[in-house]
């Protein structure tokens, strides 16, 4: 079936600094992927969708300049945090969209900002 | 207001017995739902999708149900295993735009005891 990879599956930064996470499809090419953010017993929330080639399109309250999108691939996107902040600190997943396909998602990435 | 509520956030039964799950929305007109499974730090795993014309779908031991007059779904496992323990999501799709605009209900975290 369908995988999903997302990496790092955990990771802790100071505040004020940049954190990349990156979302792959292994065997299927993902014109569009998802981002999405968890955070403890509240709902999955979608954050943009990414298309390939093209700009992100961001939910609203959710600021591009704080969370930049590149989906440079069919099988690549990534998610950066700028300047993070302890508040940013949350499970962020992708998931990955193919024709005819329900979508799969990432195993998530933890973040933590001290 | 739109709501999307899952009936509790833990629910405890007795291995063998059947489980039964609860998504409830209101003020949405979705043209289809899904149920997904999320295991720990893990991203959500696509179990289902029912269309709005249809009631019933089975996959396995799995069941939904779907009442657009009642505006709610009903996810069953039967013969329940403490492998079935995770929290299950419901997910309402269809309203246009990106095939991620999934709205999440918060999941229900189920427990089966041997």
């Known amino acids: 079936g369908a995988v999903v990879s997302q990496h790092p599956s955990r990771v802790i930064c100071k505040s004020g600094t940049s954190v990349k996470i990156e979302c792959r499809s292994l065997d299927f090419q993902a014109t569009t992927m998802f981002w999405y953010r968890q955070f403890p017993k509240k709902s999955l929330m979608l954050m943009a969708t990414?298309?390939?080639?093209?700009?992100?399109?961001?939910e609203q309250g959710v600021e591009k300049d704080k969370f930049l999108i590149n989906h440079a691939s069919l099988t690549l996107s990534t998610l950066t945090v700028t300047s993070a902040h302890p508040e940013d600190s949350s499970f962020y997943i992708c998931s990955a969209y193919t024709q005819s396909s329900p979508l799969h998602f990432g195993n998530g990435t933890r973040l933590t900002v001290t | 207001s739109q709501k999307i509520e899952q009936n509790s956030e833990a629910l405890n039964i007795q291995e063998g017995k059947t489980a039964t799950l609860t998504c409830n929305y209101t003020n949405y007109s979705p043209a289809y739902l899904q149920w997904y499974r999320q295991d720990p730090g893990r991203g959500p795993v696509f179990l289902l999708l029912?269309?709005?014309?249809?009631k019933e779908k089975r996959k396995e031991r799995l069941k939904v149900t779907f009442d657009t007059t009642l505006k709610q779904s009903l996810f069953h496992i039967t013969a329940s295993q403490p492998a079935d323990s995770a929290t299950y999501l419901c997910a309402l799709g269809g309203f246009g735009g990106s095939q991620g605009n999934l709205i999440f209900g918060k999941g229900t975290k189920l427990s089966v005891k041997p």
């Open positions: 990414s298309n390939e080639g093209s700009k992100a399109t961001y």
């Open positions: 029912i269309r709005e014309n249809e």
